[in-house]
Each structure stands twice: as structure tokens, then as C-alpha cells.
């Protein structure tokens, strides 16, 4: 029998818990806190004990420094310490915002007024979004948008490789199109646009869709980069015409002939062309003069050639 191996938990061992933090996160994080509270402690000590110094004396101004430098360094590394749960609120919050407000909504509901009056609201609040097909499918397409979020994170995790410290990519937001989502996403050191346009099929088959593009959102920013979530295809919808509501049922049909589509070709039903031939016209016997030559060319005005030289 195969024993399963600890997992860190926000970077504690523990068995038979489910990993929210990656142990290697965990160990970039706390290497970065560190680093971030020296820097910030230093650079921060140091120049408010030089300011200090310009009006009391350098020893006091030194004290002065510590104490400013050193609560500095520790709020830096608590921001970096605590930004891979940050990061995972971020990637939730959607779902909490919305949570929260449902469920103080039906608190308020709950406490000033009655069951009935809480049931009837309850009922048209979830029952005409899905009672009319437009708000049906905005709502749907909404869900969807918070659908694809968390499954562009799985296939970061999954086969993405990521960089040293382990960081995934941020995904900033996303909204429904026509023909499916749209999602911005953020990258990380040590990923790029053609890291990603090989794996477009698979990034497919995670979110549900029948293919996927992405694209530079911006042209100053190589790490902005936007995906295209294709479900649907709307240029080969069926789309209905107004035209046929404005023909009456009492309109005369029209007889039209069956067109006649050929088979073969019979060359007897093929005209042969008549070609007309130029007729030649008689030449003119060469003037002459009256001791029997041939009288000069005229030159031509133009400056062309000489016509006498040709007969």
C-alpha cells in the first residue's frame, strides 16, 4: 500500500490536506520577503538618518533612521510575503464579491420583512433572468466568463512551464463576445506569446471550446497579451429574413421553367462561328510625270520615313 506524500499547505507539512500555495511559491516568497525587508530597511534607514542629521546630531539622526528604516522593511515584507494569497484572492474575486452580496441580500431580506414577502422577491430576482432569453443569455455568458478564468489558471499550472519561482501568470479580467470570451492575462517572467501559440489546442480542451487565440493587447507591452475564447460561429448562423413576414398568404405563385442542366456536349448543337475576311483593295498604279519618272517624294512634316522608298 502506497503512502501519500506531505504536501505543504501555506508551506506547512500536512497529510491529506489539499495544497492551496505550492511549496515551491512558498520558498520564492519567503527568499523575496527577506530580500524586499533588507533593501527597504537599509535604503530607507539610511536616508532618513542623513536627512536627520542635518538637524540634530548624527547620532540621534542615526536612532532616528533605525527606527524609520525598520518598520519600512517589515511592511515591505509582509506585501511580499503575502502576495501569493493575495494573488488567490484576486483570482476569486468575483465569486466572493458576488457571495457577499447575495448573501447580505437575503439577511436585509430576512430581517425587515416576512417570509412571503422575502420568497416573492427571491422568486423574480432568479426567475426573470430565466424566464427571458436575452437576460438568460447574458447571465450564462457572465458564468462562463468566471468559468474560463480559473481554467486558463489550471492550464497554467498544468503544462505552462513557469519560471524559477514558480509565479503563473496573472488573468487580469474577462468579458463575454459574440462568439465567446475574452480574457486578458498578464505574464510572468519566463513565459512568451510563442510559448503559448503552440499549446493553443489544449488551452482549447480545457476551457470548453472549440479553439483559441491569442494575440498582443498591446504593441509596447510583449507580456499584455489577450485570448479569444471561440465556442460558436456566428457567420455561419442561420439568420432569419424580415422579408418573408411581408409577403401575403393570398399572392400568386409564380411558374418558373425547370432549368435544364446538360450532361454532354452534342457538337451538332454547337454554331460554328463565321469569320468575315477582309476585303483587299485594288492598288493604284504609281503616278508619273510627264517624261515618264517618278516624280519626288514630299517629305513628311512629321519627320517621318519616306512612303516612295516602300513602292
Same mark, same amino acid.
Request: overall charge positive; glycine content about 6%.
Given at each position: !500500500?502506497s503512502?501519500?506524500?506531505?504536501r505543504?499547505?501555506f $508551506?506547512? &507539512?500536512?497529510? $491529506? ?6 511549496? &515551491? ?9 527577506r !530580500?524586499?525587508?533588507i ?17 540634530v546630531?548624527?547620532?540621534i ?15 515591505? @515584507?509582509?506585501?511580499?510575503r ?8 484576486w483570482w ?13 441580500? @437575503? ?20 426567475g ?15 458564468v ?16 505552462i ?39 493553443l ?16 493587447a ?33 399572392a400568386?405563385a409564380?411558374?418558373?421553367p ?9 457538337l451538332s ?32 512634316p512629321?519627320? $517621318? ?5 516602300w513602292?
Open positions: !500500500m503512502k501519500s506524500s506531505p505543504r499547505s $508551506g506547512r &507539512k500536512s497529510t $491529506g490536506t489539499v495544497t492551496v500555495i505550492e511549496a &515551491k511559491v512558498h520558498r520564492s516568497s519567503a527568499r523575496n520577503a !530580500m524586499a525587508f533593501l527597504a530597511a537599509v535604503i530607507i534607514g539610511i536616508l532618513t538618518a542623513v536627512v536627520a542629521a542635518s538637524y546630531h548624527p547620532i539622526g542615526l536612532f532616528i533612521g533605525v527606527a524609520v528604516g525598520v518598520p519600512c522593511g517589515f511592511l515591505a @515584507w509582509l506585501l511580499v503575502v502576495w501569493p494569497v493575495l494573488r488567490l484572492l476569486w474575486t468575483p465569486e466572493i464579491v458576488l457571495s457577499t452580496l447575495l448573501l447580505a441580500g @437575503w439577511v436585509q431580506l430576512a430581517t425587515h420583512t416576512s417570509a412571503l414577502v422575502t420568497l416573492a422577491v427571491v422568486a423574480v430576482v432568479l426573470v433572468p430565466a424566464a427571458v432569453p436575452v437576460s438568460r443569455r447574458q447571465v450564462v455568458a457572465w462562463w466568463c468566471l468559468i474560463v478564468r480559473h481554467r486558463l489558471r489550471v492550464c497554467f499550472a498544468q503544462f512551464v513557469a519560471n524559477q519561482s514558480g509565479s503563473l501568470p496573472l488573468i487580469l479580467w474577462a468579458r463575454p463576445t459574440p462568439v465567446g470570451e475574452r480574457v486578458w492575462v498578464y505574464l510572468r517572467p519566463g513565459l512568451s506569446l510563442a510559448d503559448l501559440e503552440g499549446r489546442d489544449k488551452i482549447a480542451v480545457t476551457c470548453h471550446a472549440s479553439s483559441v487565440l491569442v494575440e498582443r498591446a504593441d509596447g507591452n510583449a507580456a499584455y497579451l489577450r485570448f479569444d475564447i471561440k465556442r460558436r460561429e456566428v457567420l455561419t448562423a442561420t439568420v432569419t429574413s424580415p422579408l418573408a413576414d411581408v409577403i401575403t398568404s393570398d400568386p409564380t411558374d418558373r425547370t432549368p435544364v442542366v446538360p450532361t454532354a456536349l452534342d448543337d454547337v454554331q460554328a462561328p463565321t469569320i468575315a475576311l477582309p476585303v483587299q483593295q485594288p492598288r493604284k498604279p504609281a503616278a508619273t510625270s510627264a517624261n515618264g519618272s517618278k516624280p519626288a517624294a514630299t517629305p513628311s512629321e519627320g $517621318g520615313d519616306d512612303l516612295s522608298d513602292i
